[in-house]
């Protein structure tokens, strides 16, 4: 099979890898027949993930046919469409049990916190990913869903991650029915943090970014206001005044540590640019947010030292609230909202670039170029 192989920083290309096989009764292979690059990817694009070995393929968004099953699986058989959430879990451990698939205790032995995560390094399990033709799938009971008749694949494709993501970010905001929800980082996961907020009651909802076309999608496609931090001298002091001098109910980190930096700014969080590699976006959530306000963040932050202003955090009685999204959790209550109209997930979707042409997607997602928001790739052999 053709599948996204990572050579090093900035090294990615596509190469002929053997088609994962059946390693254990519970698992499926499914032929990937959409995948997407996601912002998160680009930590690992500019090696700022610890453990991301080379040959490794990335991409933890895809759908595609079951194209084999192990001897256990009852719940698909070969033929079957299927969206994959991105968690990689086994539905019995003392998390799974509570719904807390992405913090699953029995499919990641690298780490004590993340469960597994397809295609994201070996500190998230080391599960190779689904940019490529086809993808081994653990615990095939549990993870993936047959996609219903009426969903259109790019929409299931969305919620694999990026509106499963958002949709969360906005469920741990606690918001409560005329709040003043802001949102830092215009990214997919932001834009989908947003609209998800409509939903959940806001009254208000403001989001913050640097690039111009994002912010313009956000105008079209979530309806909120929007601000260019990179246009005012103290984005603060500016979500204070806008806001009566309190600050918003609820603030969404949808940013995260993104790599564009230094390791050294890494660590140190010194590069102070919304789009650096480093905690300023949670920091800024922390400063926007009102005394006895909550922050969400969805954000991803990798296992680095960062300054967090938790002192501001404590004194202002501030909620903070955080994981991973448990994406199959969220899937009734969004299949509802895309049925009915309320959501159109693949607005968002602004490139289809076919598999081959990859490296060509993350150079022109990493670099912010030619307006790319949310890249789809596609196989040759879907």
């Known amino acids: 099979m053709k599948a996204m192989v990572y050579r090093g920083p900035y090294k990615i290309r596509v190469e002929e890898k053997d088609i994962p096989p059946i390693e254990h009764p519970n698992d499926a292979i499914v032929r990937v027949t959409r995948a997407a690059i ?20 990335f991409g933890h968004e895809f759908i595609g046919v079951v194209h084999e099953v192990g001897s256990s699986v009852q719940s698909l058989k070969v033929g079957d469409k299927v969206m994959v959430p991105f968690n990689v879990y086994c539905g019995s451990c003392y998390f799974c049990a509570r719904g807390l698939y992405s913090n699953c205790h029995n499919v990641n ?79 997919p996961v932001g834009l989908f943090a947003a609209k998800s907020a409509w939903l959940m009651g806001a009254g208000r909802v403001i989001v913050i970014d640097h690039l111009e076309y994002r912010l313009e999608k956000v105008r079209t496609f979530a309806h909120a206001e929007t601000y260019n931090f990179a246009e005012y001298d103290d984005i603060i002091v500016h979500a204070k005044r806008i806001t009566d001098g309190l600050g918003a109910d609820s603030v969404i980190d949808a940013v995260g540590a993104e790599a564009d ?22 920091n800024w959530a922390i400063d926007s947010v009102r005394k006895g306000g909550t922050v969400s963040v969805m954000g991803a932050y990798g296992p ?51 598999l081959e042409d990859i490296a060509e997607g993350y150079h022109m997602f990493s670099a912010k170029l030619d307006g790319c928001i949310k890249p789809i790739l596609i196989p040759s052999a879907a």
């Not at 930096?261 to 949670?282: H, N, R």
């Open 261 to 282: 930096g230094s390791f050294l700014q890494q660590v140190t969080g010194t590069k102070l640019k919304l789009q650096g590699g480093s905690p300023v976006a949670l």
């Open 38 to 57: 996601c912002g998160s990817d680009l930590h690992l694009y500019h090696g700022m993930m610890p453990d991301t070995r080379v040959g490794m393929t």
């Open 304 to 354: 680095l030292f960062s300054a967090v202003k938790f002192g501001d955090a404590m004194n202002k009685g501030l909620t903070l609230r955080m994981n991973q999204a448990p994406v199959k959790r969220q899937w009734p209550r969004l299949f509802e909202h895309i049925r009915n109209g309320y959501l159109k997930p693949n607005d968002i979707v602004t490139h289809r670039i076919p």
């Open 109 to 187: 032995p690298n780490a004590t916190a993340v469960g597994g995560i397809y295609g994201y390094s070996h500190t998230s399990g080391g599960y190779d990913g689904g940019q490529a033709e086809f993808v081994r799938v653990p615990f095939a009971d549990v993870g993936p869903s047959i996609i219903p008749d009426w969903m259109d694949d790019e929409d299931a494709l969305m919620c694999t991650d990026a509106l499963a993501t958002g949709y969360f970010g906005a469920q741990l905001a606690d918001i409560v029915e005329g709040d003043t929800v802001m949102v830092f980082g215009a990214g």
